[in-house]
């Protein structure tokens, strides 16, 4: 009995092992995996995005700083053909037609693609 039970242990200990590493890749995967952006750039090596959220209350906001809407449109029509892209981050309290039109305005302004950049708990 002590010759089967000699020849178990490595076995044994071989299958742990085994079924260790296998249970431990995925972790590992996707820890050496790094982050990556949710919407890449529309050009490689383009420059700052233009940052425009639109609030619930129907406010402009330009980068962080309120901007008025004749204001922003200069600025968009200001901005055409050069390398950078226009996110637009809508307030959740906007309706879906209220986002649409003002993807559509920014679209029409800045002559270019709009990205809706969506918050990150969104479906």
Do not use: C, K, Y
Not at 27 to 51: C, D, I, K, Q, T
Not at 71 to 93: N, T
């Amino acid at each position: 009995m002590n010759a089967a039970l000699a020849l178990t242990a490595p076995l044994v200990a071989a299958t742990l092992v085994v079924l260790t590493a296998v249970a431990a890749l995925p972790a590992l995967l996707l820890a050496s995996s790094g982050p990556r952006p949710r919407n890449p750039p529309l050009v490689a090596g383009a420059g700052a995005p233009l940052l425009v959220v639109r609030s619930g209350g129907g406010r402009w906001f330009l980068n962080g700083q309120p901007i008025a809407h004749q204001a922003l449109a200069r600025v968009l029509r200001q901005q055409r053909g050069a390398p950078s892209d226009v996110r637009l981050q809508a307030s959740a309290q906007l309706t879906a037609g209220a986002v649409s039109s003002a993807l559509a305005w920014l679209r029409r302004e800045s002559g270019g693609a709009v990205i809706l950049d969506l918050p990150v708990g969104s479906r």
